[in-house]
């Protein structure tokens, strides 16, 4: 069978019916990876230095938050987390992700997102500040970071990779590929990699049971936001 590696940008690409083929096309085999989402403000902005703070600002006056695309993982991530928590925001596109952080680094945006294998030397540089990590469980590498959900706020934000194969493919075979490909990303190799990104090898990589819920709960998400954002009918 034929094996396709699959990343958020799949979805979008799907929900916005830019592709012939459909979410019910394929079938998740395995996840690779679940990389969640920071909420970055300038660290010099006293007045965003929390997401307290940035909410309550954010109903005096929308934040402006970068995104490197419109329509794409930060938009569509922004609106989740407007909408679960009432924050008022005016999305201001880029281009690109380096772009946007120059503009958060020179106080022109108020924020970003970012992932944290992004985010873990300008933050370490005291450049940016996450003040929220959108996702129900906290980051053993940031635990002073709170987390969405702590918040009472039930979003999260999650950049995935992983893979998946045409639907009807035996089942015998997703199972084995399944096992072996999971298997294979909790070895040291890849999970050393995953450590470096803050990520929990134990956790990260999934078989096809979980992820194949996620990609379809995933692309339900991004097709709710992108009507939500006028982008889709």
Known sequence: CTIMALTESHLYTMARGKSDMKITDLVGVARAMEEPTFVVVNYKNSKLSTAKKFIKEANKKPVSVGIASIGGTEHIGMYEYSKAAGIPFKAV?????AQS????ASGKIDAALLNPSEAAALMADKKVR????LHDQKL???????TSYSMGHKVKVVTTRGYAVLK???DAVVQELSKKMVKA?????FGNYLKGASLDPKTSPAGTE????????NFAKAQAALKGLGLIK
């Open 210 to 217: 979980v992820w194949d819920a996620q990609l379809k709960e």
């Open 130 to 133: 996450a003040i929220v990590l």
């Open 140 to 146: 053993a590498d940031y635990p002073k970071v709170p």
């Open 168 to 170: 009807g493919t035996p």
């Open 101 to 104: 952080l120059q503009a958060l």
């Open 185 to 189: 990303m909790k070895h040291e190799t």
């Open 93 to 97: 596109s880029f281009g690109s992700g």
